[in-house]
């Protein structure tokens, strides 16, 4: 699929490597620009693969969307109008093919038989048991801590001497000394009551949260695998893990892991269950006349 978009030779070669050799921008100019961009929106350097580091990139320029209220609400509809029976607070211990179907078993020591299956988490961290085994590359997450903190920053810490000389969005170069990926401004209550943002590859402790900030009235973190660690040139786990209907969406995400790229997988992993276990065509959406299809559209019905 990256392939046929022109788009796979971005995964075999660094943004950093990409930038200088192709566009020729000059070191300073990423280490200082771009480098913050793919801090704050992977939370790695320059060093991260090409194509990722571009969508990194395209995600730093105006014109974005996001769900008044949430991004969570995308998910939470697109159940919503499903037909489908959620089962939340538990998971998957293992995953047996049996023949005919799929047995998983689960965490509450219920058992579930399923014709086709998706695994639509990222494998790198879960211990999940298939049987038969199956064979993904190795790949480490990249962790981000998510602190909010709501209070208000103190511009000693910056060396500046009032608040209001601290900009909205605080962001770092590639530096090990420096303890936080960036700070920015969630939500401001009034001139001294504000939620911060704080982004960090380790765990921020109290200590350097009250140097950080004057004022702490509340704290929230968050750690969580964010998104693959990403390092060219790239080595994709397979859609279909068996060869039968064991399907992975994350597959997809050692090309660039965002909303966006997660539905093209996931709608890609759609169309293979409708034409490898329904024998249904799906190169044309269900509402257009097979005749608008393109042949390109058709060649990749498969993919």
């Given at each position: 699929?990256?392939?046929?978009?022109?788009?796979?030779?971005?995964?075999?070669?660094?943004?950093?490597?990409?930038?200088?050799?192709?566009?020729?921008?000059?070191?300073?100019?990423?280490?200082?620009?771009?480098?913050?961009?793919?801090?704050?929106?992977?939370?790695?350097?320059?060093?991260?693969?090409?194509?990722?580091?571009?969508?990194?990139?395209?995600?730093?320029?105006?014109?974005?969307?996001?769900?008044?209220?949430?991004?969570?609400?995308?998910?939470?509809?697109?159940?919503?109008?499903?037909?489908?029976?959620?089962?939340?607070?538990?998971?998957?211990?293992?995953?047996?093919?049996?023949?005919?179907?799929?047995?998983?078993?689960?965490?509450?020591?219920?058992?579930?038989?399923?014709?086709?299956?998706?695994?639509?988490?990222?494998?790198?961290?879960?211990?999940?048991?298939?049987?038969?085994?199956?064979?993904?590359?190795?790949?480490?997450?990249?962790?981000?801590?998510?602190?909010?903190?709501?209070g208000l920053v103190n511009p000693v810490y910056f060396g500046l001497k009032a608040v209001s000389e601290i900009p909205e969005l605080v962001a770092t170069i590639e530096d090990p000394h420096l303890p936080f990926t960036s700070i920015s401004i969630l939500k401001c209550y009034n001139e001294t009551d504000?939620?911060?943002?704080?982004?960090?590859?380790?765990?921020?402790?109290?200590?350097?949260?009250?140097?950080i900030f004057s004022v702490r009235k509340e704290t929230v973190r968050i750690n969580w695998g964010a998104y693959p660690h990403y390092k060219a040139p790239e080595k994709f786990a397979p859609f279909i893990l068996d060869g039968k209907h064991l399907y992975y969406v994350n597959a997809f995400e050692n090309?660039?892991?965002?909303?966006?790229?997660?539905?093209?997988?996931?709608?890609?992993?759609?169309?293979?269950?409708?034409?490898?276990?329904?024998?249904?065509?799906?190169?044309?959406?269900?509402?257009?006349?097979?005749?608008?299809?393109?042949?390109?559209?058709?060649?990749?019905?498969?993919?």
């Amino acid at each position: 699929m990256l392939k046929w978009a022109g788009l796979f030779n971005l995964t075999g070669k660094s943004l950093k490597e990409e930038l200088v050799d192709g566009v020729k921008l000059a070191p300073l100019l990423i280490k200082e620009l771009v480098t913050v961009i793919t801090r704050i929106n992977y939370g790695q350097s320059a060093n991260i693969s090409g194509l990722a580091g571009a969508v990194s990139l395209a995600g730093s320029g105006g014109g974005l969307w996001a769900v008044e209220g949430g991004n969570w609400q995308m998910a939470a509809g697109l159940i919503n109008i499903s037909d489908v029976e959620l089962h939340l607070h538990e998971e998957i211990d293992s995953i047996s093919y049996l023949g005919a179907y799929y047995e998983l078993k689960s965490t509450k020591g219920n058992a579930y038989s399923c014709e086709v299956t998706v695994v639509a988490t990222p494998l790198d961290e879960l211990s999940i048991q298939f049987s038969p085994l199956v064979s993904v590359p190795m790949r480490q997450l990249q962790h981000t801590h998510a602190t909010f903190v709501r209070g208000l920053v103190n511009p000693v810490y910056f060396g500046l001497k009032a608040v209001s000389e601290i900009p909205e969005l605080v962001a770092t170069i590639e530096d090990p000394h420096l303890p936080f990926t960036s700070i920015s401004i969630l939500k401001c209550y009034n001139e001294t009551d504000v939620t911060y943002k704080v982004f960090s590859r380790q765990a921020m402790t109290d200590a350097l949260l009250d140097s950080i900030f004057s004022v702490r009235k509340e704290t929230v973190r968050i750690n969580w695998g964010a998104y693959p660690h990403y390092k060219a040139p790239e080595k994709f786990a397979p859609f279909i893990l068996d060869g039968k209907h064991l399907y992975y969406v994350n597959a997809f995400e050692n090309a660039a892991s965002t909303m966006e790229t997660s539905a093209v997988a996931a709608e890609n992993i759609a169309r293979l269950i409708l034409s490898r276990f329904f024998g249904k065509d799906s190169s044309c959406p269900s509402d257009t006349k097979r005749t608008s299809c393109s042949s390109a559209e058709a060649l990749h019905s498969d993919m």
